[in-house]
């Protein structure tokens, strides 16, 4: 776990095209899982995305930043919505202009968990409810109370990753990133 207050090295961020592809999976799970009013689908996008998170986070390194930058920008980002601070779109850092050229480490390293920990957040509450919220204050990721409190999916990651990419454009998309993360300068802009 990184620790609070500690300056996270963004460009220590895995970009390489496996941990992209499998981030780009998980965004779209994302998306569904903010999209739907089935608790049930509910249920099996959240146990898919615990799976794919599980496996990013055994085989990609520092994925723990995914879960921790969720917890501190996208649970804020739920709570400027929920009191009406915030009118942003949950979705957009996910699908929005930060998957630019020049813009790929902020948008993986960073902007998306705006998005990501406000989806999972919703989520949470709905399918957890207060005691959820209760263990995201209590210094728990959202991933982590996902994981806590449902079954595991049936599925593996590559199951997963083959039904929501079976013509393998977000590998395509994944290996084009990861050249573009290539040559961005460093997150910090330092050489």
């Not at 689908?41 to 055994?58: G, I």
């Not at 949950?90 to 790929?104: E, K, P, R, W």
């Not at 509450?125 to 210094?139: H, P, S």
Request: proline share 2%.
């Amino acid at each position: 776990m990184f620790k609070e207050n500690e300056r996270v090295d963004q460009d220590a961020y895995d970009f390489s095209p496996g941990n992209l592809h499998f981030a780009l999976i998980e965004n779209q799970i994302l998306l569904e899982m903010a999209v739907t009013d089935d608790l049930s689908h509910l249920t099996e996008l959240a146990k898919d995305f615990v799976q794919v998170r599980s496996y990013r986070t055994a085989h990609f390194p520092h994925v723990d930043l995914d879960n921790q930058q969720e917890r501190y920008e996208g649970t804020a980002r739920f709570i400027e919505v929920q009191t009406g601070m915030s009118t942003a779109d949950a979705t957009f850092d996910l699908v929005g202009t930060g998957y630019m050229q020049g813009h790929i480490k902020d948008a993986y390293a960073f902007g998306s968990f705006y998005a990501s920990g406000t989806i999972l957040t919703n989520e949470i509450a709905r399918l957890c409810g207060d005691a959820g919220l209760t263990e995201i204050q209590n210094g728990h990721s959202p991933f982590d109370v996902l994981q806590n409190h449902l079954d595991a999916s049936l599925s593996t990651a590559a199951n997963i990753a083959q039904a929501i990419d079976p013509d393998s454009a977000l590998v395509e998309l994944a290996q084009q990133h990861s050249k573009w993360a290539a040559d961005e300068l460093s997150w910090w802009n330092e050489d």
